[in-house]
């Protein structure tokens, strides 16, 4: 897990975000196993910028890059702009000999580039950390450009399974985001690790200047079991109709949105 939550010093951030500098957690490794996770999400991202060419472009929260080595086939220069030093510097081995990709410490509330200098922006799977993400989401509204686009993702409460669940308690899904730690980190010093309403997202993204440009469903088919005895190249062509096909049902744990200025 990631470590506890730090405050910051700074005046217009309330909350540090460097919980994931923890020396006992590895994020590389996570990703072992999670093979048709990744070509799941790197799908929708190619779905939504194919054919498009970007002059700058900041993958927010981007870990150790995972997705930056994409981006820049699209984009003239990549920032991975990381507020883990941690993930920073297994970035370093990750991304070595990719010299158009920056790496640089910052939070997603307070980003170092200046007004309008960014023609693309990804924010994937940093909604989980942040309960509120107005304030982010109005960061990036600051530093997109006019015609800008940005890919974001979210962590979906409201999906397939968990509706089914809901419908048979007869109880209504959530608008707030559910809290989904462990009731031991169910403390105000461990990382917020939240799940989001597609539908309070879309106000948030409204409230923060955003307009929906496309929506896709993603890791529709994200299960243990389907993974161990489903070939991976099956999964994914079966994926690749369910992300457009979904789409509008938030169907899938994860909802990938492409959006632009209003
Ligand atoms: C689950 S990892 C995802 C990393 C990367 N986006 C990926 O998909 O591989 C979450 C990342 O979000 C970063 N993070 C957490 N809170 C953040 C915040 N407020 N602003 C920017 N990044 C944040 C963490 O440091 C971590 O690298």
Known sequence: MPKKTTQSTKNKTTKKADQYDNDDYDYVDYWTGRDYEHDAEEMAIKRFIKGKKFKAAADVGGGYGRLCVLLRKYADKVTLAEPSKVQLDAAKKFLKGHKDIDAKLMQADELKFKDESLDLVTMIRVMHHLPDPV???????????????????????AHARNRIKHAIKRQPLPHDPVDIRSE??????????????????????????FQIVKVLSVSNLRSPKLKKYVPHGVMLSIEKIMQPTLARTYFGPSVFFLLKKK
């Open 135 to 157: 304030p982010e989401l109005k960061e990036v509204h600051r530093v997109l450009t006019k015609d800008g686009y940005f890919v974001l993702e979210l962590a979906n409460y």
């Open 184 to 209: 031991h980190n169910r403390h105000e010093e461990e990382i917020a690790f939240v799940n989001h309403n597609p539908k309070t997202v879309v106000r948030q993204l409204d409230r923060a200047g």
